[in-house]
């Protein structure tokens, strides 16, 4: 399972921080992978980026956003964490953490971010 | 970045069969998957692996792959299946996620 965390309002210019607690399974696993996906009406699903442990980690990003994310594992809590820096309205959408090894078959419950105007 | 293009939506009749299709060019190397979702419900991935189907998913769906083309078929349409439907593949060098723009399955 993977439990959100985060708050919903995040002013323009801030950092957007959301946190994923994962239960029954590890961060440091060798075979899953740990995404933050998106999801507004004007975008439908939005892939942001993911980390995962191969004998060491890794991280990839979304060309989108890939100047303003960082995506982190922290594994003495066992959970992986999503910040996106200088939002703006256009940051406004459900966001989901997932996981999985082939696709994602784990979702987290989403939580709506609003960033105002 | 990587694309993949699905149809807006798709309508058909409960019993009859629905196709979903699902375009991209590095499809013929990349695994797709499909997830199912609800109004104000996360998610859920209905076929892994272009046509592996996880345990709890009903047998009516399936998954078929054919080079830059991948479908998704739902038998049987039941009105339970109404809903949108999204694929998900990466690119060729396997760093980059995408998902489909997504299709909305009516049932009439």
């Known amino acids: 399972q993977l439990q959100q965390s985060g708050p919903g309002l995040v002013k323009p210019s801030q950092t957007l921080s959301l946190t994923c607690v994962i239960s029954?399974?590890?961060?440091?696993?060798?075979?899953?992978?740990w995404n933050w996906i998106r999801q507004s009406p004007s975008r439908g699903l939005e892939w942001l980026g993911r980390?995962?442990?191969?004998?060491?980690?890794?991280?990839d990003y979304a060309v989108s956003v890939k100047s303003r994310i960082t995506i982190n594992p922290e594994t003495s809590k066992n959970q992986f964490s999503l910040q996106l820096n200088s939002v703006t309205p256009e940051d406004t959408a459900v966001y989901y953490c997932?996981?999985?090894?082939?696709?994602?078959?784990?979702w987290g419950q989403g939580t709506t971010v609003t960033v105002p105007s | 970045s990587y694309e993949l293009t699905q149809p807006p939506s798709v309508s058909v009749s409960p019993g009859q069969t629905a196709r979903i299709t699902c375009s991209g060019d590095a499809l013929p190397k990349q695994y797709v998957y499909w997830y199912q979702q609800k109004p104000g419900q996360a998610p859920v991935l209905m076929i892994y692996?272009?046509?592996e189907r996880p345990s709890g998913i009903p047998e009516r769906f399936s998954g078929s792959s054919s080079g830059t083309t991948v479908t998704l078929t739902i038998s049987g349409v039941q009105a339970e299946d109404e809903a949108d439907y999204y694929c998900q593949s990466t690119d060729s060098s396997d760093t980059s996620v995408a998902f489909g723009g997504g299709t909305k399955l009516t049932v009439l």
């Open positions: 997932a996981s999985g090894q082939y696709g994602m078959d784990v």
């Open positions: 980390t995962y442990y191969r004998s060491k980690w890794y991280n």
């Open positions: 692996k272009d046509s």
């Open positions: 029954g399974d590890s961060v440091s696993s060798n075979s899953a992978a």
